[in-house]
């Protein structure tokens, strides 16, 4: 069937603009109400009372049927975000410009209700606008169902879930390409990487997330169109970027972005100074946090990835006369901002990735009377743990790494004899520094 639509649709600029679904009936397919949030089911139900076309879409059932948990429920509809508003009231607030939606808030969790889209090329300039290049600036044209799935971006994310009789509607083959473990765009590649090409990434992001393979045309097209990535937003990059390393698969997210040339989009500078076995690290114990339940910082993230670059710069720095702290600080503010740039960092994030790099130096060579207190110092713990990792990953930091480590299970007394048993480096390294000067006068 998608075949036919595809080939009445070529002649007409390569964009299909409405698809027909294979409905599933409920004793079909595996989707119940018990695998879907509580909250999300009320508000199709509420949607359904009020008279409109109420449907789960995206990963909410994807997920359910590969038998995974979803990370959110999306729900697509026919009412306008001014009617889900007025279904809802307070509990609903309507967000975004570029793409405006309505977020339905149940306690703590939130819905994200969408209205059914046509495709943009239908709208005026107040709903809809694309730049030269194709570029999707506003897409808020409403339309029915049959265009909304055409929008979508794979096969296997077009799959709605109808709560009016619990029925699948399947408007890309979305089914068979889940069952073949295949990531495939709806319609021409290239032109859908064009209207947004944030796809590219989410391309990546499925793939390591489910270990599907990507479908040859929509794989061959990111190599070529990944330096569209440039005209998006550093905002959008950013989130899009969380996204990628916070699911708990992040390692095979960061090999298919090196393997598919999207790697540089994101982190302009961090191949000049590849870190492979530190960035692997890191991406293995975030995925290990993840897995556990535990909170992660992206800042632990960016730090590593990183890491190369800041080191280089604050070397030069200091071959060129600027001591050692400052140089640091200088270093880490150029890099941070290069690369705040093309992922706007939220100023919080970029202090947290500073201080973990600017405790490094006072990690790996300690004053004795100070140990105590850095170990209080709110930024310890992710310094700590970076400084094991690189320790892990081979760089020369005297074991340190592992000295933070035995001081912290110490009794006391042990504790004592440890920052004792530093007093030498340090004043070694005093002395020469303060040598210096003098010898050059
Ligand atoms: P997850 O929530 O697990 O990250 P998801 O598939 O639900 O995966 P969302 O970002 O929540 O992804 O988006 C919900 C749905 O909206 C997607 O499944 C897809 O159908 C559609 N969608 C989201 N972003 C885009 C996009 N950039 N282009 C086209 N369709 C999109
Ligand atoms: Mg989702």
Known sequence: MLKGWLDRWRGRGKTISRLKPVIIPRDHHAVSRRDISSVAVKTLY????GGYQAFLIGGGVRDVLLGMQPKDFDIATSATPEQVKQLFGNQCQIIGRRFRLAHVRWGREVIEVATFRAHHSEGDAQSAKTNAEGLILRDNVWGNIEEDAARRDFTINAIYYNIADFSLWDFAHGMKDLNARVLRLIGDPTTRYREDPVRMLRA???????????EDKTAQAISELAYL????????LYDECQKLFSAGYSLPVLDLLHEFGLFDALFPEADLFPNDTLWQLTAESTDERVAEGKGINPAFFYAAMLWGVVQDRQQALQNNGIPP????????QQVLAIQHARTAIPRHISQAIRD????????????????????????????YDFLVLRELAGEETSGMGAWWTRWQDADPGLRAEMARALDDKPAAAKKKRRRKPSSNA
């Open 46 to 49: 509420r949607l359904h009372d």
């Open 229 to 236: 990535l440039e005209d998006v937003s550093s905002h959008r």
């Open 204 to 214: 990546i992001r499925f793939a390591g997330k489910l270990g599907f393979t990507i």
């Open 356 to 383: 973990i790099w600017e405790m490094q130096p006072k990690l790996e060579q300690p004053r004795p009377r100070q140990v105590e207190a850095t170990v209080q110092s709110e930024r310890f713990r992710a310094a």
């Open 325 to 332: 702290v400052p140089a640091w600080q200088q270093a880490s």
